[in-house]
C-alpha cells in the first residue's frame, strides 16, 4: 500500500511537472500511469499490463465517444467566428462603446459574451488581445493587467457558472447527475456575481495602486501584434446573432423539444437503463443521460450554419475553415480523454484507496464539499477544468449522487457546484491555457500570475463553497 501511494504521488508529480514544461499531455499521461501501476505492482503483486490497459484505453476512447461531437462542434464554430470576423467585430464593438477608462471590463465583458455565446477560450484570446493591447497602451495602463482580465472573462464565470455556457466544463456533469446546462440556475447566477464582481473589483483596485505607482504600459520591444483588417468585418448585430440562436436553440432543445420526445425517431425508447442495443430496431436509452448533448450539438449545428450563411462572402475558403476547426478538436480532446485515461488508471490502484479516503474526510461528509474537494483537486494535479471534473466524477460520481439523495439536495445543484469547483485550481501554473495565454501576450508568469492567480484560482474557489453552502440549504 506505501509503495502504492509513492507510485501515485511520484507519478502525479511528475505529470504537472512534465506538463508545466510543454510536455504533450497525449504522450506523459500513458506513461506515467505506467509508472504509478509498476509502483502499484511491486508493493501488492497484482498484474501489470491488465490493470493498465483495462484502465487507460477504454476511458479515454469512452470519453471521445461521449464528447467529441461537442469538442469538434465547438472548436468548428469557434473557428467560423474567427474566421469571419464575426469575433473580432464584437470586440471592436464592445470596446469602443465602453471607451477611454474603462479598458479592463471592455476587456472582461468581450471575453465575457464571446465564451458564453460557444466561442473556444483559445480563439477568444487569440480575437481580444490585439484589441486589448491597443486600449491599453493608448491608456497607458500597465500591459501585465490584460492577461488576468481576458483570464477572468474568459475562463471563470462564463465558463462554468452561468447558466446555459455551452463550453465543455459546463457540459461533462450533464450525464453523471442527468441535468442540462442550464441546471441550478440561480446557484449559478450568484457564482457568476461573486466571481466577476470579485475579479474586477480586485483587477481595478491593481490599476489604481500601479497608476498611483507612476506605472505605464511599458516597454514591450518583442512584441508582436498581427494587425487585421477591420474593413470587412460583419456589423456586431450580425455577429451577434449565432451566439444568440446557439443560447436560444440550447435552452428549447433541452427544455421542450427532447424531454417532450419531439424529433426523437420510432426506434428510440426511453428508459431509466444505460444505453444498450436490444434487437435490431429498438435501442433503450436513458433520457436523462443524453438530452444535455443533444440538445448541444444540435444547438452548435444551428449557430455554425447562421454563421457560414451571414458571411459567407467574407471567408476565403469555407471547407478550409471548416478543416481546421475539426483538427484543432482533435488535440483538445485527446489531452483531456489522456488525462481521464490516466485517472482512471489510478483511481484502481489500490493507493488510491489512501487518496479517495483523505478526500472523503475533508469533505466532513457533506456531498457538496465532497465535489469541490475531489473536483478542484484533480483540476489542480491535471492542469485541466474537464479533465479534472471527469476523473473526480467518474471516481467519485455514483457516490456523490447516493449521498445527495440521502441529504435531499439535487443533482442540479450537484451539476453547478461541480462547474464552479473545476474553474478553480485548473488554473495553476501548469495550466494550458494560462501558458498559452501569456505566451499569446508576451508576458511572463512573473508579471502577470499572480493577480490572474486572484482572479481565476482564488475567488472561484471562495465562489464554490458560498454555492455550496446555499445548495446545501436547498437553493438551486
Not at 511520484?10 to 504537472?16: A, E
Not at 484505453?57 to 467566428?81: E, Q, S
Not at 505607482?213 to 511599458?218: K, L, S
Not at 512584441?223 to 468585418?233: A, G, H, P, Q, S
Request: neutral net charge.
Amino acid at each position: 500500500m506505501v509503495l502504492g501511494v509513492i507510485g501515485i504521488v511520484i507519478s502525479l508529480v511528475g505529470l504537472i511537472w512534465l506538463a508545466y514544461r510543454g510536455w504533450s499531455v497525449v504522450l506523459i499521461a500513458p506513461l506515467l500511469a505506467l509508472v504509478a501501476c509498476i509502483f502499484n505492482v511491486l508493493g501488492t503483486g497484482n498484474d501489470l499490463m491488465a490493470g493498465y490497459t483495462n484502465g487507460f484505453m477504454p476511458n479515454l476512447a469512452n470519453y471521445v465517444k461521449t464528447y467529441f461531437p461537442i469538442f469538434m462542434l465547438g472548436a468548428v464554430f469557434g473557428k467560423m467566428m474567427d474566421d469571419s470576423g464575426s469575433a473580432r467585430a464584437i470586440a471592436n464593438f464592445i470596446m469602443d462603446k465602453l471607451g477611454p477608462g474603462k479598458e479592463v471590463i471592455a476587456t472582461v465583458v468581450t471575453c465575457a459574451i464571446l465564451t458564453y455565446g460557444g466561442v473556444s477560450l483559445f480563439v477568444v484570446v487569440f480575437a481580444v488581445y490585439p484589441i486589448a493591447a491597443a486600449m491599453f497602451r493608448r491608456a497607458d495602463l500597465p500591459k501585465r493587467l490584460i492577461a488576468p482580465a481576458i483570464a477572468l472573462g474568459a475562463f471563470t464565470f462564463t465558463m462554468t457558472a452561468i447558466p446555459g455556457t455551452p463550453q465543455i466544463q459546463n457540459a461533462i456533469p450533464m450525464p453523471f447527475f442527468g441535468t442540462d446546462v442550464f441546471a441550478a440556475p440561480v446557484l449559478g447566477v450568484i457564482a457568476a456575481v461573486i466571481m466577476a464582481g470579485g475579479g474586477l473589483w480586485w483587477l481595478n483596485r491593481q490599476e489604481k495602486k500601479m497608476r498611483a505607482a507612476g506605472e505605464g504600459y511599458g516597454n514591450h520591444p518583442n512584441e508582436d501584434i498581427r494587425i487585421t483588417d477591420d474593413m470587412n468585418l460583419p456589423s456586431f448585430g450580425i455577429s451577434l446573432v449565432p451566439i444568440i440562436f446557439v443560447l436560444i436553440a440550447n435552452f428549447v432543445f433541452s427544455k421542450v423539444v427532447m424531454p417532450n420526445n419531439n424529433i426523437v425517431p420510432e426506434n428510440i425508447i426511453w428508459t431509466d437503463s444505460a444505453q444498450v442495443p436490444d434487437g435490431d430496431h429498438v435501442i433503450n436509452i436513458a433520457k436523462s443521460g443524453v438530452i444535455g448533448n443533444w440538445s448541444l450539438i444540435w444547438a452548435l449545428v444551428i449557430g455554425i450554419i447562421l454563421v457560414i450563411l451571414f458571411n459567407f462572402k467574407r471567408y476565403e475558403n469555407v471547407p478550409t475553415s471548416l478543416k481546421n476547426g475539426v483538427s484543432s478538436s482533435f488535440l483538445a480532446i485527446l489531452n483531456t480523454a489522456s488525462e481521464v485515461g490516466y485517472g482512471n488508471v489510478i483511481k484502481t490502484l489500490a493507493g488510491f484507496t489512501v487518496v479517495a479516503t483523505g478526500m472523503q474526510a475533508i469533505s466532513g461528509g457533506s456531498v457538496l464539499v465532497l465535489d469541490i474537494v475531489s473536483t478542484s483537486t484533480l483540476a489542480g494535479i491535471t492542469g485541466s477544468a474537464s479533465g479534472g471534473m471527469s476523473i473526480a466524477l467518474s471516481v467519485f460520481g455514483e457516490q456523490m449522487v447516493t449521498m445527495a439523495n440521502n441529504a435531499g439536495i439535487s443533482p442540479e445543484a450537484l451539476h453547478r457546484v461541480c462547474s464552479v469547483a473545476s474553474g478553480g485550481l485548473d488554473t495553476l501554473p501548469h495550466n494550458g491555457a494560462v501558458l498559452t495565454l501569456l505566451a499569446a501576450t508576451g508576458l511572463t508568469h512573473r508579471e502577470s500570475y499572480k493577480n490572474m492567480c486572484v482572479c481565476t484560482v482564488i475567488i472561484p474557489l471562495i465562489a464554490a463553497f458560498i454555492i455550496a453552502g446555499l445548495g446545501t440549504l436547498g437553493v438551486n
